[in-house]
C-alpha cells in the first residue's frame, strides 16, 4: 500500500485525501528572504511561489500514483489469473496423458481378453454381423479355451514355412539364397486382444516352432500345447514370482492377468528363460544406417540363420527357431531373411495384424509371389527409432537358469553400437 509521504503511514488509495486532511498545512514553505513565500513539493521538492500551484502540482503526483497503483494492482491480478489457469490445465493434460498411456497399456482397469472378447461379440450382434446362436457357441468355446488354458486355434495357420519352402525352390528372378526358420504356425489377434495380444501372439508363434523341435521336450513337457493369451499372462506372472526382471513387474504392478496390458521383449525374455529355454535380447537402440535404418538388424538375423547353414543351396531350411522382433508400438515375428543378386537383404515377417484369410494366401502352391508382400520388409522399410529382438539359442541347465534370474534383476539387454 502506498506510504504518506510526510509520515509514512499506510494510506492505501486514499493517499490524496490523508495528505490534505492530516498534512495540508505543511504544504507551504518559509519565504525566500525578499518577502517571497515559496512552496515546496514534497513529493519531489519541486518549489513553487503559488499555493494554488503548488496543490495543482501535487493533485499531479497522486493521480499518477494511484493510477500505476491500479495499473501494477490489476497486471498483478491478471498474472496470478493466467499462472493459475495454466497450472490447471497443465494438470488435466497431465492426467489425460496418465489415462491414455493406462489405457495405450491396458493398466486402466477396463478388464482383459474375456471382457474384450464378449463386448466386441455384442458389437457385432447388434451390428446384424452375428447371429445369437454364434454368440453363444463362441462364446461357450471361448469360456472352455479360458479354462483349459489353451488357446482355441481358431487365429492359426499352419504349413506357411513349407508353402515358402516350395515357392523358392522354383523362383529364379531375383532372390540369390534364403534362409526359412523352422516350421512355425501364424497366429493373428482375435475379438478378444485386438489392438494390445500382438506380443502375446508372437509368443504363441515362436513356442509353435519350439514345441515342434525334440531338443526342447524337456524343458517344455509342462507346455505341450499353445497356451491362450490369459494363460500367457498367468505364466509371465510365475516368472516374475521366480525374480525374473522385478523392474518390469514393478512396471505392471505384478499383475497381468485379466488385463489388457501390452508386453514386450523383456517379458518374453523372462518367460522363456523361466522354462529353461535359453535366449538373449539384442538392443539395436538407434539407426546405423541413412535415412534412419537399421542395416545391422539385418546383418546380425542373416548371421542367426546362416551360421552353420553356409551350404550351397540357394533355399536353406535351417532348424533355427524363428525371432521375436519388437518396436515402438508393435511386434512381429521374424521367420527368415532373403539376400538378393544384388545383395540387398530383404527380412520376411509374420505379422499378427494378418489375418488368416490372407495367410492362407501363402498356401496355394500357384503363387506369383505377389501376396509375399505381406511378409517381405527391406532395410528401408524398418525405420523405427529403436528395435529389440529376442532369439532362442539353446537350453538351461538349473543353474544356468538360476544364473540368469539373477542378473536379469540387473541388466537384460546387451547394448548394440
Known amino acids: 500500500a502506498p506510504e504518506c509521504p510526510f509520515c ?17 498545512h505543511l504544504l507551504g514553505a518559509p519565504g525566500t528572504g525578499n518577502g517571497e ?25 497522486l493521480e499518477e500514483h494511484n493510477f500505476s497503483e491500479g495499473i501494477d494492482l490489476e497486471l498483478a491480478q491478471q498474472l496470478q489469473t493466467e499462472e493459475e489457469q495454466q497450472r490447471l490445465e497443465e494438470e488435466k493434460r497431465e ?8 489405457r495405450q497399456y491396458g493398466l486402466d482397469n477396463s478388464g482383459g481378453f474375456k471382457q474384450q472378447f464378449l463386448k466386441n461379440m455384442e458389437r457385432e450382434v447388434d451390428r446384424g454381423r452375428m447371429q445369437p446362436f454364434e454368440y453363444h457357441k463362441r462364446k461357450a468355446d471361448m469360456m472352455e479355451s479360458l479354462a483349459s488354458g489353451i488357446d482355441d486355434g481358431k487365429t492359426k495357420t499352419s504349413g506357411v514355412i513349407e508353402a515358402l519352402c516350395r515357392y523358392y525352390q522354383n523362383e529364379n528372378k531375383d532372390v540369390r539364397r534364403v534362409w526359412l526358420s523352422a516350421g512355425v504356425d501364424h497366429f ?3 475379438l478378444g486382444d485386438r489392438g494390445w495380444g500382438c506380443g502375446y501372439r508372437n509368443f504363441q508363434m515362436l513356442l509353435s516352432s519350439l514345441l515342434q ?5 524337456d524343458c517344455l513337457r509342462d507346455t505341450t500345447l499353445i497356451p491362450s493369451i490369459p494363460k500367457i499372462q498367468s505364466m509371465i506372472e510365475d516368472a516374475w514370482r521366480e525374480g525374473f526382471d522385478p523392474h518390469g513387474a514393478s512396471h505392471f504392478n505384478n499383475r497381468l492377468h485379466g488385463s489388457k496390458a501390452w508386453i514386450g521383449a523383456c517379458e518374453i525374455y523372462s ?11 539384442i538392443d539395436f537402440h538407434k539407426p546405423t544406417g541413412p535415412m534412419g535404418t537399421h542395416p545391422r538388424l539385418f546383418e546380425w538375423i542373416l548371421h542367426y540363420y546362416s551360421t552353420d547353414n553356409e551350404g550351397g543351396a540357394k533355399v536353406v531350411c535351417t532348424s533355427k527357431p524363428p525371432i521375436y522382433l519388437q518396436h515402438q508400438g508393435h511386434s512381429r515375428t521374424v521367420v527368415g531373411i532373403e539376400e538378393k543378386r544384388n545383395k540387398s537383404l530383404c527380412l520376411l515377417l509374420f505379422d499378427p495384424g494378418c489375418s488368416s484369410q490372407q495367410m492362407q494366401k501363402l498356401l496355394k502352391q500357384n503363387s506369383d509371389g505377389t501376396v509375399l508382400k ?8 524398418l525405420k523405427e527409432k529403436q528395435y529389440q529382438i529376442v532369439a532362442v539359442d539353446g537350453v538351461l541347465s538349473l543353474e544356468e537358469k538360476a544364473a540368469r534370474c539373477l542378473a536379469s534383476q540387473v541388466l537384460t539387454a546387451e547394448k548394440i553400437p
Do not use: W
Request: net charge positive; glycine share 6%.
Open 8 to 24: 509514512g503511514e499506510a494510506a492505501g488509495r486514499r493517499l490524496e485525501e490523508h495528505v490534505r486532511a492530516r498534512h495540508g
Open 271 to 281: 518367460l522363456l528363460t523361466s522354462l529353461r529355454i535359453k535366449c538373449q535380447i
Open 95 to 102: 492426467r489425460e496423458e496418465f489415462k491414455k498411456l493406462q
Open 188 to 190: 493373428h489377434s482375435s
Open 374 to 381: 505381406q511378409l517381405r520388409k527391406f532395410v528401408g522399410s
Open 213 to 217: 523341435n525334440s531338443f526342447y521336450n
Open 37 to 61: 513565500q515559496l512552496y515546496e513539493c514534497p513529493m519531489c521538492s519541486l518549489t513553487c511561489t503559488n499555493i494554488q500551484i503548488l496543490e495543482e502540482h501535487v493533485d499531479l503526483h
